[in-house]
């Protein structure tokens, strides 16, 4: 394929300054620090015609095993398949927009970062950004209990203008977006992939809902796969957007720990929802905890850390119809973790009937959550319907 | 001189009459075999040749051809080497054409000279069926069910001494009673070696099988390695009604077609015995589409589904199977035969089972506990194959959980046993009987709008289900049809009420992996 573009047409043909970075932004081995070493070269038209021509200072190149010459050397080869021009043709076709360091639109919690993105991709908004950001995080492999907070909280901090940030993997984020998008603040959500195709397949309807209310930005065009390691480099800006960082489940060496890591590095205040003794997807919320992060019991815990507890309201009474007969000792029984209805009937001895008659009530008045065969206790509602998983 | 007598030969599970004609006249000695014979059967020119000297007789040293007619039908199986020797004794003068006119004949012979059981003797006599019948003996048993006056035959000797009246016809003791209506009367006393007695604990899968068994819902159990599910699925077929006549000759017939060197089937010494008892299938999940349903290159042969039909096909594991073994299912699950078609034949089978399907709700069957080490991913991957239209055929979809160790060591509380269950089991079919129906899972549309007519609290609760999303419009029918089957194990009647319909539902559960899946 022969690049017609870079080779016989004089370099900033009015293409915009961000079109170069996001080209770059491409290259192989080139991280946020790099970028921001391209960036500081000077103008970006003229820093692809350096790499076009293999003249880049070694200076840019990281310390790292590739040795700087081959790295310069990669690149320029690199630089003959692609084509700045067309690649922000694509994105633009695409609906991605670029914000750079320093540019307009680039948000500025991130401006005093010790280690920025010098470019991100965004689809949607990134004005929703300037709004008091909450990172809502937590482990793919949660339980119902975990979902079920991340939930509530995404969608009360959202219905009091916060917007809630997440990373849109499985799990708690996928839980903490859903929230978020029926609260009404608009949403954010930072990937770790291209924004082609940004997340798991069972959350790319969520996605396309975040990014239709508010923001999903990443730092890596379009095209890049999710490799593990991105998500923990992902991890630092979720961190560094929020200024409260809640961890609602995490096991001890979960990738929410890396958020943790750096959000307490960026001096952010980490929030932790306590969880049952002996779920390993509670240990590290409860480590946390342990090691003096703030206590989350509800979205009233996270408003105060913000500094905006004048928008918390009165704890709601619980305003749940009292259970009698069969489904008050059928609620009895029960625990707040899932139980099946075979170890109810057993508890109760009550026969089969009775208990499931007495679920289905409980159920509609918003004691008990039911999924797969399981039923588990639910938390009072802050008023509003209780929502069902 | 030509000779010519009738057999058959089996294309799944239905004999067609086949002509065996031989020709021998002067010319160089030859024997040949013209017709679509396949290779196991264009060998009976050498099994014939030895068994006909071994008998005594003389082997004509002259051109001899067999033809088998209607030569466009492709012929498989030795069923056809008895006949092939009979006609060549009387072409050749050895032996009177006149006892052969009109008799049918069926046999593999030895090199010996003895008369071998044949695959499929059932169905091949009941295409012969009309005229006097020889069998080898060994197939006596089963072809009397259809063939009351058919006769033995042991050796290719014997036949021929009693064809001229040296001798009389063996008539061995029937090793079963004949029962009214020609079919083998088996007690239905004899049960299966295993007891719902064995079960301790379980309260809700016991009930899923019972509801099963007496609605024909077919039944999908989740649960982790080891709480049961294999145990609870084996004794279901226990509670099923003794079939009636017809479907015990439809079940021989498939066994009998399916020949002995089935696992699981009937043992060579006595092929296709005629129980009454459903039959109950367990196919491996590595097992071939075509082995499940059937077919097969070179003939049609009845798969794993129409084995179980009138009985149980138990698929353990069920999420191991590939995608295309469930997605072939479908179609015969519906319309209860399946039609296994090839470029040169075609059959259509019985496939008119309940379907028992148990599977792990993730790799490592434990999730939702927390000592389930799957990643999402994981999860997500195992019950892919068993979402939407797979997952649909199931009336019955239960969590089955280890039993705690109180009810399995503390005493063990006396449980029922088979022999209590199935009397209710027996009447709900009675019941479902006489709305014109074999079980309630076949009631649909305006047939259930009348049987099942639902209490109006019964009406709002399906409408806030459908509502809010958690059963779709099919699935609550499905769950009107199993809540009435539950009224019918209670003795009850119509109209359906809340308590049934709730119950019918927790049978019913959405999420194989219980919430683990996000």
Redesign the interface.
């Known amino acids: 394929m022969n690049p017609a573009g870079p080779s016989h047409r004089p370099a900033g043909a009015g293409l915009p300054d961000a079109a170069y970075l996001a080209t770059m932004a491409g290259l192989d081995l080139v991280g946020p620090a790099t970028l921001r070493r391209l960036a500081s070269l000077g103008d970006p038209a003229a820093t692809w015609e350096l790499i076009r021509t293999g003249r880049v200072p070694e200076s840019v190149c990281a310390a790292r095993a590739v040795a700087p010459r081959s790295q310069v050397e990669r690149w320029r080869r690199q630089s003959e398949t692609v084509d700045p021009e067309s690649a922000w043709i694509r994105l633009r076709h695409l609906g991605i927009g670029v914000v750079a360091l320093g540019g307009d639109g680039y948000p500025r919690m991130l401006l005093d970062d010790p280690d920025p993105p010098a470019v991100l991709f965004t689809l949607g908004d990134p004005a929703v950004l300037d709004q008091p950001c909450v990172a809502v995080v937590g482990t793919r492999k949660s339980t119902g209990y975990g979902r079920g907070v991340a939930h509530d909280l995404g969608r009360e901090l959202a219905a009091v203008g916060v917007c809630v940030v997440s990373g849109l993997a499985l799990g708690i984020d996928a839980a903490a977006h859903a929230g978020a998008c029926e609260g009404g603040a608009p949403p954010a959500a930072v990937v770790g992939a291209g924004l082609d195709r940004p997340c798991p397949g069972a959350n790319l309807a969520l996605a396309r809902r975040v990014a239709a209310l508010g923001l999903v930005c990443s730092e890596v065009p379009p095209g890049t796969r999710a490799q593990p390691w991105r998500f923990p480099v992902r991890n630092r800006v979720v961190a560094s957007l929020a200024s409260v960082v809640v961890v609602v489940e995490s096991a001890r060496t979960g990738g929410s720990m890396s958020t943790v890591d750096h959000a307490v590095a960026r001096d952010r205040t980490v929030l932790a929802v306590p969880g049952p003794v002996g779920n390993p997807a509670s240990e590290g919320c409860n480590a946390l905890i342990a090691e003096g992060a703030g206590v989350c019991t509800g979205v009233g815990d996270v408003l105060a850390a913000l500094g905006l507890s004048g928008l918390v309201r009165a704890t709601p009474e619980d305003r749940r119809e009292t259970p009698g007969g069969d489904a008050a000792t059928v609620l009895d029984a029960l625990c707040w973790r899932p139980e099946s209805v075979e170890f109810l009937a057993r508890e109760t001895r009550l026969d089969l009937r009775a208990v499931v008659r007495g679920l289905d009530w409980l159920e509609r008045h918003g004691w008990v959550r039911r999924t797969g065969g399981f039923v588990q206790r639910a938390a009072a509602p802050p008023g509003g319907p209780p929502w069902s998983p | 001189m030509l000779a010519s007598v009738s057999s058959a030969v089996v294309v799944g599970v239905e004999g067609h009459g086949v002509r065996v004609e031989v020709h021998v006249a002067g010319g160089l000695p030859s024997f040949s075999v013209v017709g679509l014979p396949d290779a196991s059967c264009r060998e009976a020119r050498d099994r014939v040749r030895a068994a006909v000297l071994s008998a005594g007789f003389r082997f004509p040293p002259e051109r001899i051809t067999v033809n088998l007619a209607p030569t466009d039908l492709r012929k498989h199986g030795p069923c056809l080497d008895l006949p092939i020797a009979l006609a060549l004794l009387v072409a050749s003068g050895q032996l009177d054409a006149d006892p052969l006119v009109g008799t049918g004949f069926l046999g593999e012979l030895g090199l010996d000279g003895s008369v071998r059981p044949v695959v499929g003797a059932l169905p091949l006599a009941e295409v012969l069926g009309s005229g006097p019948l020889v069998v080898p003996l060994r197939n006596l048993d089963e072809v009397r069910l259809v063939a009351p006056g058919a006769r033995g035959a042991a050796t290719l000797r014997g036949v021929a001494e009693c064809l001229q009246g040296e001798s009389p016809w063996p008539d061995p003791e029937p090793r079963r009673s004949i029962g009214a209506g020609g079919v083998v009367g088996e007690s239905s006393a004899e049960r299966p070696s295993v007891d719902l007695a064995d079960v301790q ?4 899968g016991r ?1 899923a099988i019972e509801v099963a068994a007496a609605g024909g819902h077919h039944t999908l159990l ?1 649960g982790p390695p080891g709480a049961g599910k294999t145990m609870l699925a084996e004794r279901l077929v226990g509670l099923l009604p003794d079939l009636t006549d017809q479907e015990a000759l439809e079940v021989a017939r498939v066994h009998s077609a399916a020949g002995p060197t089935r696992p699981g089937g009937p043992v060579s010494d006595a092929p296709a015995v005629l129980s009454r008892r459903p039959p109950f299938r367990s196919p491996h999940h590595t097992a071939s589409v075509v082995a499940l349903v059937g077919g097969g290159s070179r003939t049609l042969r009845p798969g794993e589904i129409s084995l179980a039909t009138s009985g149980v096909l138990f698929m353990d594991e069920l999420g191991e199977f590939p995608a295309a073994h469930l997605d072939a299912l479908r179609q015969p699950l519906e319309s209860g035969v399946v039609d296994v078609v090839r470029a040169s034949v075609s059959a259509r089978l019985p496939a008119r089972f309940l379907l028992v399907g148990a599977t792990n ?1 993730c790799p490592c069957g434990f999730a ?1 506990d ?1 000592r389930c080490r799957c ?3 994981q999860i ?1 991957r195992y019950v892919r194959r068993l979402s939407g239209p797979v997952l649909d055929r199931f009336d019955l979809r ?2 089955i ?1 280890r039993p ?1 160790p109180e ?1 399995l060591f503390g005493g063990g509380a006396a449980v029922e046993s088979t022999g209590d269950v199935r009397p209710r089991v027996l009447g709900a079919r009675q019941v479902a009987a006489g709305r014109g129906v074999r079980c309630n899972r076949m009631l649909r549309g305006d047939a259930l709008e009348r049987h099942a007519p639902l209490h109006p609290d019964a009406v709002d ?1 399906l409408r806030d289900r459908v509502d ?1 999303g ?1 059963l779709s419009v099919r699935g609550a029918q499905r769950v009107r049809a199993v809540a009435l089957t539950l009224i019918d194990l209670a003795g009850g009647s119509p109209p359906i009420g ?2 049934d319909l ?2 019918a ?2 049978l019913r ?8 899946a ?1």
Do not use: F, K, Y
């Open positions: 604990g379980h309260p809700l009930l989740v709700p939702p927390p990643s999402p991913a997500q239960v969590r959980e705690d009810s609760l809010r958690t809340v308590d709730l119950l539902e927790h559960i959405g999420d194989v992996t219980g919430g683990a996000p």
